[in-house]
């Protein structure tokens, strides 16, 4: 496993865009291991098990009962047996240590045992219940992108036997991002049952939301402009923006509806909408737009976590206002008029018949 680990280390670093690549599986610093000198300990009637059990409690320590100041709180704490801080500071220190043989006769550690100075892991690490060696990085990408090429590097070194699991960020980033999908897509299926309710229509909804995928453009581009990555907090951000977006093209089809059952025609009631809903809808978007330019550019508190949310959620709302006054209401032209005609040849169809 550390033969291996090794190897996909200095494959990894090959990649500068991952960053600095560190690993935890460290197998040569200096330890001590304790030799007991079984016939000489037998000679003066010290078991083995008493001589390792005295230079465990002495020098690692042994929880031998619980403390709780007030009880009932659940609070309760260990109560650790161990030489005093500072005892041992060299392996020489040890033979400080006495152990009481038979007859009550104390004896000292290096009587009966002798330790080796060796070198050894720090940790054996496992992960489910397999040796493993856990990598740290700080990428210079996105976390999706730092975990593709792990895995790209990863499938072209290490030998069958073997394999990479994303722990920590990584791991999350991978359920949530599956979330996220989810999110969305049950955000645009509610927003359109919602709209379908409200307009009593199953293709005007369509009409509406045809500013979502235009917000979704923007965002991805308001990162790219930004320097921000595609993480768990820009997603929460476009997902944000299925709801934000909608309402300026519900402000435009609701008045352009309401004109054309007074009698104007389709191309004059939009007309006449335009001008009257540029306003509210400039108005609406440039307070979401400018209350979250603070975030965008990184101040205040948790700049981290907020500015790829505010920087994608600023370049929806700036695409989905400048191009939904332009593509909302001429799909919305070529919808009531394409269903004019065809309400019209279904008549003349009906009558001929």
Not at 27 to 54: C, S
Not at 173 to 193: H, S
Not at 282 to 297: D, E, H, R, Y
Request: aromatic share 6%; with cysteine; net charge positive.
């Amino acid at each position: 496993m550390a033969e291996q680990s090794r190897r996909l280390l200095q494959a990894l670093r090959r990649h500068p865009e991952l960053g600095t690549i560190d690993l935890d599986l460290q197998l040569e610093l200096p330890q001590l291991r304790l030799r007991v000198d079984r016939t000489r300990a037998r000679q003066l009637g010290l078991p083995a098990r008493e001589v390792t059990l005295a230079v465990n409690v002495l020098a690692g320590g042994l929880d031998v009962a619980k403390f709780n100041d007030e009880p009932g709180d659940g609070e309760r704490y260990d109560v650790r047996l161990k030489a005093a801080e500072g005892s041992f500071r060299a392996p020489a220190d040890l033979r400080q240590i006495f152990l009481r043989a038979s007859g009550g006769r104390l004896v000292r550690l290096d009587t009966v045992a002798r330790w080796e100075e060796r070198v050894g892991p720090a940790v054996v690490t496992r992960f489910d219940l397999r040796y493993s060696g856990n990598f740290f990085a700080t990428p210079k990408v996105s976390e999706g992108e730092a975990a593709a090429i792990v895995k790209q590097v990863a499938a072209s070194s290490l030998p069958r036997g073997y394999r990479v699991k994303m722990i920590g960020r990584a791991e999350e980033f991978e359920k949530t991002a599956g979330y996220m999908l989810f999110a969305l897509v049950a955000a645009v299926v509610l927003v359109y049952m919602v709209l379908a309710s409200q307009f009593n229509a199953f293709l005007q909804p369509l009409v509406i939301m045809a500013a979502q995928p235009l917000a979704v453009v923007g965002g991805l581009a308001g990162l790219w402009l930004t320097g921000r990555s595609l993480n768990m907090f820009s997603m929460m951000g476009l997902v944000l923006l299925m709801g934000l977006v909608a309402k300026n093209s519900i402000l435009l089809v609701d008045l352009t509806n309401q004109l054309c059952l007074q009698g104007r025609g389709i191309d004059e009631a939009l007309r006449e909408a335009c001008p009257v809903r540029l306003r509210p809808v400039l108005m609406t978007s440039l307070t979401v737009i400018v209350t979250m330019l603070p975030a965008v550019l990184g101040l205040g508190a948790a700049s981290d976590t907020a500015a790829p949310l505010a920087a994608a959620v600023v370049g929806g709302m700036v695409s989905s206002t400048l191009l939904t006054l332009v593509v909302v209401p001429a799909l919305y032209s070529l919808l009531e008029h394409g269903l004019r005609r065809w309400r019209k040849a279904d008549t003349v169809t009906g009558d001929r018949g």
